[in-house]
């Protein structure tokens, strides 16, 4: 018998108070339990996987909960997508060509 949840209900909670230095994630999506487990893994010191919750009948890994420093949450004001313009477009392709040059040199 196999657990799934639909879109909607695959919730990623962040909390933090203004008294503790660190926060939380709880998650139940499968994407964001990988990339808190790949910084848990990269960054033990800084990430952590507290508790998770199991399915029942077959053992699946369901939720889990991390905590980290909550100096890492960031908060954005504009999309990353920004436009460029051609002077900037010409900037950035010379850039990546001279690196290329240069890590492609024995």
Do not use: H
Request: aromatic share 10%; glycine share 2%.
């Amino acid at each position: 018998m196999g657990y799934s949840l639909s879109a909607y209900e695959r919730a990623t909670i962040i909390s933090f108070n203004e008294e503790e230095e660190r926060a939380v994630v709880t998650t139940v999506s499968p994407v964001w339990m990988r990339k808190f487990d790949r910084l848990c893994e990269e960054n033990p010191e800084q990430f952590s996987c507290e508790e998770w919750d199991t399915q029942w009948l077959d053992g699946k890994i369901i939720q889990k909960r991390y905590t980290f420093p909550k100096r890492f949450i960031t908060i954005r004001s504009r999309d990353r997508k920004q436009e460029l313009t051609e002077e900037q477009r010409e900037i950035i392709g010379r850039r990546l060509r001279e690196s290329r040059k240069i890590n492609s040199t024995p």
